[in-house]
């Protein structure tokens, strides 16, 4: 993976702009696009609205919420923004918060199955570089996560096994070249998917100590942007041996599909 210079939102423009070079017209979803998923994520498309519409190419979303940097630690308000591409897979994630009155901006660049995330202080000072096969691993996680809530469409074509645990739970083993990650989802009778449970994703702080906890996304508040339904509000939690550790509190402002 190239260098990311060291200004981020330059980086992540001219990531975005080359992937959007890809994106071209999409086929319509039909009813045969879904018959091999499992019933409940079959129920999930229909309630989203996938059918009918565009298969997915790639996505645009903005939240703001708040984050928590550490156990016990009070929570600060953030933005994010977001593109993700899906036919080779791609995340590229932009965050900034302040924190005790200085800005801190957050980086995360996932392509090829490789992943980075660089941490940057009062614009001037990179504190954290983390990468490596961990980082690949978790952000993989990650990828199936946004493909999962903001993008169901896109399982479609995904590279997933898939296994019903019963009516409302099926389990998720998902192939992203070298890497293979398992999640459980679990819907509602609505057809909603209510969380995201994978044991495959690392924890750290410094990019450089990894501790693996089970990681959970639950999500509510369906709302309809542009006829497609996703969450409105979700969190991610590290489920840690002293507790629950909910480091991120996230409200969804906008989301755009198949940019070009």
Not at 87 to 99: D, G, S, T, Y
Not at 185 to 191: A, D
Request: aromatic letters at 14%.
């Amino acid at each position: 993976m190239n260098t990311i210079p060291k200004n981020y939102k330059k980086a992540f423009k001219a990531e975005v702009n080359q992937a959007l070079q890809t994106t071209t017209k999409s086929q319509f979803v039909t009813p045969d696009d879904i018959e091999h998923l499992p019933e409940p994520v079959q129920k999930y498309l229909i309630y989203t609205g996938a059918v009918g519409k565009e298969k997915i190419q790639n996505v645009h979303i903005r939240f703001n919420g708040t984050f928590s940097t550490a156990p016990g630690r009070k929570y600060q308000q953030f933005e994010s923004e977001q593109n993700n591409f899906f036919a080779k897979p791609k995340r590229i994630f932009l965050m900034k918060m302040r924190m005790f009155g200085i800005l801190l901006q957050g980086f995360h660049l996932y392509k090829e199955a490789e992943a980075v995330m660089k941490i940057k202080i009062a614009s001037l000072f990179e504190v954290v570089n983390a990468k490596g096969e961990k980082m690949n691993q978790g952000e993989t996680v990650t990828v199936f996560n946004d493909m999962c809530l903001m993008a169901p469409a896109a399982l479609i074509d995904a590279d997933v096994e898939w296994q019903t645990i019963d009516s409302l739970t099926v389990k998720a083993t998902y192939k992203n070249g070298a890497i293979t990650i398992t999640a459980t989802l679990y819907f509602n009778e609505t057809g909603e998917l209510i969380n995201f449970v994978s044991n495959d994703r690392f924890m750290s702080a410094d990019g450089k100590t990894y501790k693996n906890f089970p990681w959970s996304t639950p999500a509510r508040d369906y709302k309809d942007f542009g006829g497609r339904k996703v969450p409105g509000y979700g969190e991610a939690i590290w489920h840690m041996p002293e507790g629950e550790y909910c480091y991120g509190k996230f409200n969804l402002q906008m989301v755009e599909y198949n940019c070009r």
